[in-house]
């Protein structure tokens, strides 16, 4: 008994030095997990689709590159990105209890990057009816117009007719 107890008391010092230094022989590493957040995306309506004056059973259409009239958007945000533009178009324009229905087609909408000529020359147009995927330009800039069409009765009612159009934008990661 006496021999196991005293193989136990030096066999553990030794023990306890081996796994220590075995311990000590461990490195650590560590590394940092890191993000970039991209500079907001923001977009203003600068113009308004305005039809002017409207006359009963006639109908009206304003072209997308009529300066003055056609619907603008003008967005910015971080060069060349990818984003996605979704419009929420009106089936009626309203004056209290009065409609007057508004249409839109595929080829009612344009788009300048920086790389076109601007609203008499842009870099493109697409369907403002369906979900589109653009690249903003160099510069970060995306100009959008919307034309469209609206189609008064002929005993319409006088007033002033509105409908909201919203343009929705957001980065696509592509």
Same mark, same amino acid.
Do not use: H
């Given at each position: 008994?006496? +021999? ?7 066999? %553990? ?12 022989? $461990?490195?650590?590493?560590?590394? $940092? ?8 995306? &923001? +977009?203003? *309506?600068? $113009? ?19 300066? *003055? @009239?056609? /619907? ?6 971080? =060069? ?10 009106? @089936?009626?324009?309203?004056? /209290?209890? &009065? ?6 087609? #595929? ?6 990057? /920086? ?7 842009? &870099? ?22 919307? #034309?469209? %069409? ?5 005993? $319409? %009612?006088? /007033?002033? !007719?509105? =409908? ?6 957001? !980065?696509? #990661?592509?």
């Amino acid at each position: 008994m006496f +021999i196991k107890n005293l193989k136990t008391i030096l066999l %553990t010092p030794i023990i306890v030095l081996f796994i220590s230094s075995a311990v000590r022989s $461990q490195e650590v590493g560590s590394i $940092q997990a890191t993000a970039t957040v991209v500079s907001t995306l &923001s +977009i203003s *309506g600068t $113009q308004n689709l305005d039809f002017a004056t409207v006359t009963p059973g006639i109908v009206k259409s304003v072209d997308k590159s009529t300066v *003055g @009239s056609a /619907g603008e958007f003008s967005l910015s945000g971080v =060069a060349n990105s990818e984003v996605s533009l979704n419009f929420t178009l009106p @089936s009626d324009l309203m004056a /209290g209890a &009065s409609n007057m229905p508004i249409s839109f087609t #595929g080829l009612d909408c344009s788009w300048d990057d /920086g790389s076109g000529g601007g609203q008499s020359s842009p &870099s493109g147009a697409i369907d403002p009816r369906i979900s589109n995927n653009l690249r903003l330009g160099a510069g970060g800039a995306l100009t959008v117009w919307l #034309g469209g %069409t609206v189609t008064p009765s002929v005993a $319409q %009612t006088g /007033g002033s !007719y509105t =409908a909201d159009v919203i343009l929705t934008v957001a !980065y696509t #990661g592509g």
